[in-house]
Structures are given as structure tokens and as C-alpha cells.
């Protein structure tokens, strides 16, 4: 595949999920537009005015109507994670999402570092550069590392219309007991890709996603296309090509240009950050004083104090079946139930008519 370009096939916004059995020449794995999920990306400068032009934040929409689910990706990943459910809780409840790429994910024009205060301090930034001083009531919903930067942000009180908080596979005590396998995961997968399609054949064969729609919108920011270094053919030796200014000249013909497809974020770079991002999570989200609903990937990872909290009743918890930590893509359809159910209980949003029993 060619750099910068996609090859979408409208026949084949919902492929044949779960059924990975076929053999691999059967199965679709060109990326999809975002425009299959949102109705609008758009680049948020929360700084206008600066004389750098500020951070600028990409963040993709859908709905106009009802509560407005703020989406915050896990790390690694961005808000296109959360293309396949955002058309799932849209077809359960009436409501506005909002997904934004995280400092140094995605592709608007931010920091690249991964500071948790300062991720704290984009979501509110974003937020009041989209609504100004009265955005609608809001829903923090965050996976992972943004489910941490959730709990922080609604214990900061930076948006004084959140109502409820959402938190998908992220406990303090096993997120702090697994971050020494982190590294060991990040050199144990490939560096690079010959093409988009490989990648995103690469990540659902791997289990990283195992939901092929998914894979298919998501994997197409996750990774970028990197070009390498002309290679001159000569004696049955590659030399790699170094000329300056049109000094060196040489026959085009014996050149031969290719491309790989990378990782964009690095993630090994930000371990100086993974002990900041959980720890105290767990204490900040039981004294939130918001109605709570944490969604697990498997009972085992809750910690101590969040096994004391949810028997005292002070947050709503469901236990999904086993299906990886990237839970919202792996399965959308279940999140967006349980996070209908949560919304529906606290009267935040309405069922949809053509939903509603």
C-alpha cells in the first residue's frame, strides 16, 4: 500500500467479526474511514493566540442531543478506539460523544509527553475551547490510562456539569503489579509494518484486538507511514543512498524507494509517567462523589480498596467475559449496554424510541 493511502470499502463497514476461522485470503483487513462511526473530526487548538500556535488536539463527534460522553483511549491507542462503540451507545441512548487523542497520541499537534496533570488540564482545556463556560452535563468514560486521567479530572472539579464517571479495566493495584511486564510487551511486538493491511492483520491475530471491525478504523492512527531510505542496487550490494543537493548522480534506475509503516507513539519513552498515571486511582475514584460505574475485563483485577468500596455500595460494577484489556473495542456492543444501563438508571439520558422497550 502506497503512503498515505486507504483503501474503503463501504460493503464492508460490519465484516465478518468473530468468524477469524476463514482463511486469511478471505478476510478484509483494509482500513475504514472514521466517517463510518463520527460525524465530525475536527483539530482543537486549546492555546489560540500563542505565538507557536498553541496545542492542538484532534477530537471526533457524533449526536447532538443529550448528555455528551466524553471519551478518554487508554495508552498507546486513540480516540478512534472508540469508533465501533460510539455507534453501539448511539443506537441505545440519545447522547453527544466527544473522543479526543490524548498528549503524544494521535494527530493533532500536541506535547508529546504523557504527563498525567497535564492530560488533566488538556480534557478541561478541550472541553471549554468546544463549549465554552456551558457545555452540556458530561460523562467521563476512560480505558485505561484514560480512565485514570477521568478519575483525576472529575476529583479536580475542572468541569463543574460532569455527572457521572465511567472507568473501563483500569484498578490501581494490578495496574501498578503490571507495569514492569509493560516493557517486555512493547519489545516483544513488531517494530514495523510493510502496510496498513498487515498491521491491522497483525493486531487481531495477536489479540491485541480481537474485533476486527475495530482493528480496521483504529490500527490507521496507531501507526503511520515512515518512508525509508532509498537503496542503490550496484554489484549485488544494497548501498544506501546519501547524496546532498543533486551532488551524487546515479542512474534512477538502479533506486528503489519503499515504504514501512511504524508505531507513532513511543511508547517505552514515557515510563517515567506509568507509576504517576494509577497511582492513588483507586482511593480518588471511591471518594468521587459522582455516581460510578467501573467495567472489568476479568474480577481478578480488583484491588483491596475497591473490593471494600464495592460491598459498601459506593460504586456500580459489572464483570464482562473474558475479552482482553482493550475491552470497548474488543467487545463495543457489551460496554455500550452496561454503559446504557448506567445512564438510563441515573436518568441522564433517554432510550432512544427505537430502542426503547
Given amino acids: 500500500a502506497e503512503c498515505g493511502k486507504r483503501t474503503l470499502t463501504q460493503s464492508s463497514k460490519y465484516p465478518l467479526r468473530g468468524n477469524l476461522a476463514l482463511e486469511s485470503s478471505q478476510i478484509n483487513y483494509s482500513p475504514v474511514s472514521w466517517e463510518e462511526y463520527f460525524e465530525q473530526m475536527e483539530d482543537v487548538n486549546v492555546s489560540a493566540g500563542l505565538a507557536d500556535g498553541g496545542d492542538v488536539f484532534r477530537v471526533y463527534r457524533a449526536g447532538d442531543a443529550g448528555p455528551l460522553l466524553l471519551l478518554l483511549h487508554g495508552g498507546g491507542h486513540s480516540a478512534l478506539s472508540w469508533a465501533v462503540f460510539t455507534t453501539a451507545i448511539a443506537s441505545r441512548v440519545t ?91 512493547l519489545k516483544g511486538r513488531p517494530k514495523s509494518f510493510k502496510s496498513m493491511e498487515h498491521a491491522i492483520e497483525w493486531s487481531v491475530k495477536s489479540g491485541q484486538i480481537r474485533n476486527l471491525e475495530s482493528a480496521r478504523v483504529s490500527m490507521g492512527v496507531e501507526i503511520h507511514c515512515s518512508e525509508t531510505l532509498s537503496s542503490w542496487k550496484h554489484d549485488n550490494a ?120
Fill in 95 to 185: 447522547c453527544r460523544v466527544l473522543a479526543m487523542d490524548l498528549r503524544g497520541h494521535g494527530e493533532g499537534e500536541r506535547p508529546n509527553d504523557t504527563n498525567l496533570h497535564a492530560s488533566i488540564s488538556d480534557v478541561a482545556n478541550v472541553i471549554r475551547a468546544s463549549y465554552g463556560e456551558t457545555p452540556p452535563p458530561i460523562v467521563l468514560i476512560g480505558h485505561g490510562v484514560g480512565g485514570a486521567i477521568a478519575v483525576h479530572t472529575a476529583s479536580s472539579m475542572l468541569l463543574p456539569t460532569a455527572v457521572g464517571l465511567v472507568v473501563i479495566d483500569v484498578v490501581e493495584g494490578s495496574a501498578m503489579d503490571a507495569l514492569h511486564s509493560i516493557q517486555n510487551f
Fill in 238 to 357: 544494497d548501498v544506501s543512498v546519501f547524496s546532498s543537493h543533486g551532488n551524487m548522480m546515479l542512474d534512477v534506475s538502479c533506486l528503489s524507494c519503499h515504504s514501512v509503516y511504524k508505531w507513532r507513539i513511543d511508547l517505552s519513552k514515557s515510563e517515567k509517567y506509568w507509576d504517576g498515571w494509577f497511582r492513588g486511582t483507586s482511593n480518588l475514584f471511591l471518594a468521587c462523589n459522582l455516581p460510578k460505574l467501573l467495567l472489568l475485563a476479568g474480577i481478578d483485577r480488583l484491588d483491596r480498596d475497591l473490593t471494600i468500596g464495592q460491598m459498601q455500595g459506593k460504586f456500580m460494577m459489572q464483570v464482562l467475559p473474558p475479552c482482553g484489556h482493550a475491552v470497548q473495542e474488543n467487545k463495543p456492543d457489551k460496554v455500550a449496554e452496561a454503559v446504557a444501563a448506567f445512564l438510563l438508571r441515573h436518568r441522564f439520558a433517554e432510550a432512544r424510541r427505537d430502542t426503547a422497550r
